[in-house]
């Protein structure tokens, strides 16, 4: 049998990255020589980062050219990049699919003169298209062509690297609420007095206004408020909440309580040293309260996803880190192919709250996987309530809306 050939993949870099990412992972190339102008030198480093994320530990170039790169100079650089990958005992393969139009001309013309392999990344049919410039393209990936082999082993991890990101962490295991969630969707009456209990304007906490110093949690943690049972016993079974003082009540998990009541005492100074501190006693309390108040929604829609089988890497209530150290919760990500998908959850909302959320929805997806990332609204009221002005403008930025009647169709992530 004869062994597979080193690599040395030789490709053009432009804003997007995922056609860079999925030959990464056909190929596993031994080095990675990117041909960058100054306006993607960074996203070719990101590149290379995501491919080391992935366990990909190539030997990495980054080769700057102009800001205006033409045909001969593209050329001449590529016909550098074979020779050095052929002194190396590398084969060389160009990928000519990124970078602008005149640098795709000059890879490709660069790979026929030189009768080494070339291709191009068809998203869009899910294929490397052979251009025909060398022998046995094919055997490099496996026989196959299409993405079909490698879409397993493509991660948010590597998306969000690539996308200038520090990382993504691995969510909360949504299985674990599902229970509580189905049972707070099925019984909407029931939920709408539990919210009232907990967060109407005379609800244990008033109008959802959490308190933001830890002397104020001392009173609220030890009450109980309404939950009926219907609801409770999903709620007690997954940790979300505690039993009440009645049979149909319940307390916000108060574990952390002694330690509440120990930042209570600190000095002003003291607090502000201690943030951290309150910030992980207080976590428990608000993922409860933001489980109640919507995020029961997101478990719903994250098992649809599931359930469709057209989804990997999903993930619910993940963090992305940007390179600042800032972190944003997204409520789901997933891959479906080669696309990235950012699912934004609403329980409602008005005309006035949903239409600015869509341009951030635009956004943020577009940071986490660039223009292949597919944005996804999940709106929890029925579709005919939905404002016009709102789906129209929804279509403008590709932005899918789910509603649980479409949500419920087997064809609703078709």
């Given at each position: 049998m004869t062994p597979s050939p080193k690599i040395a993949l030789i490709q053009l870099i432009s804003e997007q990255t995922i056609q860079n990412l999925l030959p990464i992972n056909a190929l596993q190339p031994q080095a990675l020589l990117h041909l960058a102008t100054a306006k993607t030198a960074l996203r070719s480093t990101q590149i290379k980062d995501a491919a080391l994320a992935s366990g990909i530990a190539a030997k990495f170039e980054n080769i700057r050219l102009s800001d205006m790169p033409s045909i001969p100079e593209t050329s001449r650089t590529v016909s550098r990049c074979i020779l050095a990958a052929r002194e190396a005992g590398l084969l060389p393969v160009v990928n000519f699919t990124g970078g602008t139009k005149l640098m795709s001309i000059g890879a490709y013309q660069e790979a026929a003169r030189s009768g080494i392999p070339s291709f191009y990344v068809d998203t869009q049919s899910g294929h490397f298209l052979d251009a025909g410039t060398g022998q046995n393209l094919p055997a490099l990936f496996g026989g196959d062509l299409s993405f079909s082999n490698i879409l397993a082993n493509?991660?948010?991890?590597?998306?969000?690297?690539?996308?200038?990101?520090?990382?993504?962490?691995?969510?909360?295991?949504?299985?674990?609420?599902?229970?509580?969630?189905?049972?707070?969707?099925?019984?909407?009456?029931?939920?709408?007095?539990?919210?009232?209990?907990?967060?109407?304007?005379?609800?244990?906490?008033?109008?959802?206004?959490?308190?933001?110093?830890?002397?104020?949690?001392?009173?609220?943690?030890?009450?109980?408020?309404?939950?009926?049972?219907?609801?409770?016993?999903?709620?007690?079974?997954?940790?979300?909440?505690?039993?009440?003082?009645?049979?149909?009540?319940?307390?916000?998990?108060?574990?952390?309580?002694?330690?509440?009541?120990?930042?209570?005492?600190?000095?002003?100074v003291e607090q502000h040293k201690s943030q951290s501190r309150y910030f992980a006693a207080i976590q428990p309390v608000q993922q409860t309260i933001a489980f109640l108040g919507g995020g029961w929604w997101e478990v719903i829609v994250a098992e649809a996803m599931d359930r469709s089988g057209r989804f990997q890497d999903l993930r619910w209530?993940?963090?992305?880190?940007?390179?600042?150290?800032?972190?944003?919760?997204?409520?789901?990500?997933?891959?479906?192919?080669?696309?990235?998908?950012?699912?934004?959850?609403?329980?409602?909302?008005?005309?006035?709250?949903?239409?600015?959320?869509?341009?951030?929805?635009?956004?943020?997806?577009?940071?986490?996987?660039?223009?292949?990332?597919?944005?996804?609204?999940?709106?929890?009221?029925?579709?005919?309530?939905?404002?016009?002005?709102?789906?129209?403008?929804?279509k403008e930025l590709r932005i899918r809306i789910l509603t649980p009647e479409i949500l419920s169709s087997p064809e609703a992530f078709a």
């Amino acid at each position: 049998m004869t062994p597979s050939p080193k690599i040395a993949l030789i490709q053009l870099i432009s804003e997007q990255t995922i056609q860079n990412l999925l030959p990464i992972n056909a190929l596993q190339p031994q080095a990675l020589l990117h041909l960058a102008t100054a306006k993607t030198a960074l996203r070719s480093t990101q590149i290379k980062d995501a491919a080391l994320a992935s366990g990909i530990a190539a030997k990495f170039e980054n080769i700057r050219l102009s800001d205006m790169p033409s045909i001969p100079e593209t050329s001449r650089t590529v016909s550098r990049c074979i020779l050095a990958a052929r002194e190396a005992g590398l084969l060389p393969v160009v990928n000519f699919t990124g970078g602008t139009k005149l640098m795709s001309i000059g890879a490709y013309q660069e790979a026929a003169r030189s009768g080494i392999p070339s291709f191009y990344v068809d998203t869009q049919s899910g294929h490397f298209l052979d251009a025909g410039t060398g022998q046995n393209l094919p055997a490099l990936f496996g026989g196959d062509l299409s993405f079909s082999n490698i879409l397993a082993n493509l991660t948010l991890d590597m998306m969000v690297v690539a996308n200038g990101h520090r990382s993504v962490s691995a969510g909360r295991d949504w299985r674990h609420y599902l229970a509580a969630a189905q049972a707070i969707s099925q019984n909407p009456e029931d939920a709408a007095a539990m919210r009232e209990a907990l967060s109407g304007r005379s609800g244990l906490i008033p109008e959802g206004r959490e308190p933001r110093k830890p002397y104020l949690w001392l009173p609220i943690l030890p009450e109980s408020f309404f939950v009926p049972e219907t609801i409770l016993p999903h709620l007690l079974a997954c940790g979300l909440v505690q039993r009440g003082a009645t049979i149909e009540s319940a307390r916000l998990p108060n574990h952390t309580l002694p330690e509440l009541t120990v930042l209570s005492s600190l000095d002003y100074v003291e607090q502000h040293k201690s943030q951290s501190r309150y910030f992980a006693a207080i976590q428990p309390v608000q993922q409860t309260i933001a489980f109640l108040g919507g995020g029961w929604w997101e478990v719903i829609v994250a098992e649809a996803m599931d359930r469709s089988g057209r989804f990997q890497d999903l993930r619910w209530s993940a963090n992305i880190t940007q390179q600042s150290g800032v972190t944003i919760e997204e409520d789901i990500l997933a891959i479906n192919g080669a696309d990235a998908v950012c699912v934004s959850c609403k329980t409602g909302g008005s005309r006035q709250k949903l239409l600015p959320h869509l341009e951030e929805l635009s956004s943020r997806a577009k940071a986490v996987g660039g223009n292949f990332t597919r944005p996804i609204l999940a709106v929890q009221q029925p579709y005919d309530r939905m404002i016009q002005s709102v789906l129209t403008r929804a279509k403008e930025l590709r932005i899918r809306i789910l509603t649980p009647e479409i949500l419920s169709s087997p064809e609703a992530f078709a």
